[in-house]
């Protein structure tokens, strides 16, 4: 009920492609769904999130799609370029007394030029 | 402003031998979450702090496992007789108020036990 499935586990995409990561979840007390993304040797930096209340989010290249009915979300990152090679983590929670994010296994990205 | 600080940045011990990570939360986050992070697996939540509320311990994997937040800022997670199995990067991240999801890491200890 706690996981939080991610994949894939690494993706390889050409220099303006499209990367797309998707997550699924059982605990639909889930309330909050960010995306962090984290840089070798670096802490985890948040990088867009949505509520269920919404089925689409984007700030610049980076969209978040959200289907609440199959609880599963996404996301996109258009026009994909080397320095986003990273790695993206999916996360949720339930907001409450704690709002502790249960994440993802992580998705390894790496963007050819 | 400064972010999350975290010492030290990498740690070798030896297997039996307690270890200390500190963080240095945000000024002025009330919110804090130690998470662990192994090789090849996501963050594993392991214990939270807010203001001066009892802490949710409910991540942490064993009674070896302790933390402390002193003063409502730094916080110390202690790991008694390290195993082998407690490798991996600890991470701190710090939140400003119950109203405000955004969780701000920092650069995390990278913890190897021989």
């Known amino acids: 009920q706690q996981q939080v499935k991610q994949s894939p586990q690494s993706l390889i995409v050409q220099k303006g492609g499209i990367s797309i990561i998707n997550c699924a979840y059982e605990?639909?007390?889930?309330?909050?769904f960010p995306w962090y993304q984290q840089f070798p040797g670096k802490g985890p930096a948040l990088l867009i999130a949505i509520r269920p209340d919404v089925s689409e989010k984007k700030e610049g290249r980076f969209t978040i799609s959200f289907n609440k009915s199959a609880k599963q979300f996404s996301l996109h990152i258009m026009d994909s370029q080397p320095g986003d090679s990273a790695t993206y983590f999916c996360a949720a929670s339930n907001g409450g007394a704690t709002n502790k994010l249960i994440f993802g296994t992580g998705t390894l990205l790496a963007v050819q030029p | 402003g400064a972010g999350v600080s975290q010492s030290p940045s990498n740690k070798v011990t030896e297997k039996g031998k307690d270890v200390e990570l500190r963080c240095d939360p945000i000024s002025g986050h009330t919110a804090l979450y130690w998470y662990r992070q192994s090789l090849g697996q996501g963050l594993e939540f392991l214990i939270y702090?807010?203001?001066?509320?009892?802490?949710?311990k409910s991540g942490l994997p064993s009674d070896r496992f302790s933390a402390e937040r002193t003063g409502g800022s730094v916080s110390t997670l202690t790991i008694q007789r390290t195993q082998q199995e407690d490798s991996a990067v600890y991470l701190c991240?710090?939140?400003?108020?119950?109203?405000?999801?955004?969780?701000?890491f920092g650069p995390g200890t990278r913890l190897l036990v021989l």
């Open positions: 991240a710090s939140r400003p108020d119950r109203g405000q999801e955004t969780q701000y």
């Open positions: 702090f807010q203001g001066n509320s009892a802490p949710d």
């Open positions: 605990n639909t007390a889930f309330d909050y």
